[in-house]
């Protein structure tokens, strides 16, 4: 099985909020006994604690490592606790299996079982093993969702997180059962009405309902020395949670939505809660004037070393405005250390892309197409002369077939490089353009050439302070 005496290891827990089941820390014990008992010696550590791999949208920073490793040829063997510790989507799989195709992974469970990537009964019995657990999480999931929306349509509180703001949580009531009266069986949770707590949402709501701001009410919650539920400061943000909520109402939620009336009792009336959700979204609403466009969304990526990541667009970004930021936070996995002004990133663009679109026959700016062209030609028909007189001396007999084969190689490459270059179709752009000049097209116009144009733009970091000044040379643009 080993091809080397290192290997790297991984492991993952969706959720270890008490530490009964086994945690990252027991598995990675584990597979290290595993990796023993073969003659492995774990070179490289990685976990992800409290991250699904059944989710599509989450990232894991661990696993992330791995598959840069592997990619990097630095992981040949990996090992792991179960086969579903390591996915639970096939998707992933296939990128694990393009990749492992590159470079050749084993996979080893901490129980023994070895996969080979590179074989294809190794891959099926994968495939199987990583169905049948997202089968499974899919079942627990419908489950799950059904369990939550029938005690939301019963009117019990949610099972999880904390207590809302004014009540306490009460359970583990005993009541009868219906079924049989003579026994007696566990109640459903409810909430009783905190009378302190209760005061201060009274004051939250009259005070929004007289017009004062969300923001105003937690500093005078602040003034008045009284918490969250965890503790906390009051903040605008945790008012208007607390506002939007349902329970001082009497009212159960579910996604938002009401689904019944509550088992406990109201703090609030429901009409002043009603008040309340639209003067929420009448605040809520955004303004026209205030909506910001950004031509290059999805285009701009960090040219600092080492990062590479795609750059979010920010409405607060560089000094307050808008800008294009590479985000370190969770999901975007950034440096954090790149931003400019959108602004000025698009207006930059822009101005190349009018080059382009009113003369669709000029080279892309700083691709130097025609140059491209003249050298692929040249080198085109001197590999074709090159192999001719190759045939040539095979034909006379005054080279050997070994020789005729070995000469022939180096032109060769030489002539496939020239046509792949000749054989590159730039955009149609009449297409697009509409035959429209940039200064006539309306916005969603001009994003979609842009799209058509670009491949993608690089903001490199600042080499010094400047004072804020612009640097056009940052902005590196490559052209489809």
Not at 394 to 402: K, L, M, P, Q, S
Request: aromatic letters at 6%; charged letters at 30%; proline letters at 5%.
């Amino acid at each position: 099985m080993q091809e080397t005496d290192t290997a790297d290891a991984y492991a993952r827990l969706s959720k270890n909020p008490t530490g009964r089941k086994e945690s990252c820390e027991r598995q990675l014990r584990e597979i290290g006994q595993a990796a023993a008992r073969n003659g492995h010696r774990i070179t490289y550590r990685a976990k992800d604690d409290n991250f699904s791999a059944w989710k599509r949208n989450v990232k894991r920073p661990g696993w992330e490592a791995i598959l840069q490793r592997i990619d990097a040829g630095l992981c040949r063997v990996l090992y792991i606790y179960s086969y579903d510790r390591m996915m639970r989507q096939p998707r992933d799989l296939e990128e694990l299996i393009d990749r492992a195709e590159r470079r050749g992974l084993i996979v080893v469970t901490a129980a023994g079982a070895a996969r080979d990537l590179s074989n294809y009964s190794d891959r099926h019995y994968l495939r199987g093993e990583i169905a049948a657990a997202v089968h499974y999480s899919d079942a627990n999931s419908a489950k799950s969702k059904s369990a939550h929306r029938e005690l939301a349509e019963a009117g019990h509180p949610h099972a999880g997180g904390y207590r809302p703001f004014g009540f306490r949580l009460v359970s583990g009531r005993m009541m009868p059962d219906p079924d049989d009266p003579g026994e007696m069986i566990p109640a459903p949770a409810t909430y009783v009405v905190d009378l302190a707590e209760a005061e201060s949402v009274r004051m939250i709501y009259g005070e929004f309902l007289a017009g004062v701001s969300p923001g105003r009410i937690a500093e005078r919650l602040h003034a008045a020395g009284v918490s969250t539920v965890t503790g906390v400061a009051w903040t605008s943000r945790a008012v208007k949670k607390l506002l939007q909520s349902g329970a001082p109402a009497g009212l159960r939620l579910h996604h938002g939505v009401v689904a019944a009336v509550g088992t406990w009792e109201p703090i609030v009336p429901r009409g002043q809660w009603e008040e309340a959700q639209r003067m929420l979204a009448e605040r809520a609403a955004p303004s026209p004037a205030a909506k910001h466009e950004y031509l290059l969304t999805g285009l701009v990526f960090c040219g600092r070393e080492g990062c590479g990541k795609p750059m979010r667009t920010m409405s607060g970004g560089v000094k307050g405005y808008p800008s294009y930021s590479c985000s370190a936070r969770q999901g975007y996995f950034g440096c954090g250390r790149v931003d400019a002004s959108s602004a000025r990133v698009d207006l930059h663009v822009s101005r190349r892309l009018a080059t382009v679109v009113d003369d669709p026959d000029s080279a892309r700016p700083g691709e130097g197409r025609e140059l491209q062209v003249a050298a692929a030609v040249a080198a085109r028909d001197a590999a074709k002369r090159q192999l001719e007189e190759i045939a040539e001396d095979y034909g006379e007999e005054r080279i050997t077939r070994v020789e005729r084969d070995a000469a022939r190689r180096r032109p060769a490459e030489r002539l496939e490089a020239a046509e792949r270059v000749l054989a590159e179709r730039r955009p149609d752009l009449s297409l697009i353009t509409q035959g429209k000049r940039w200064v006539d097209m309306d916005f969603p116009h001009r994003r979609a050439v842009a799209r058509a144009c670009v491949e993608r733009v690089v903001v490199a970091p600042l080499a010094a302070p400047n004072g804020g000044k612009w640097d056009a040379s940052r902005v590196h643009v490559d052209w489809r």
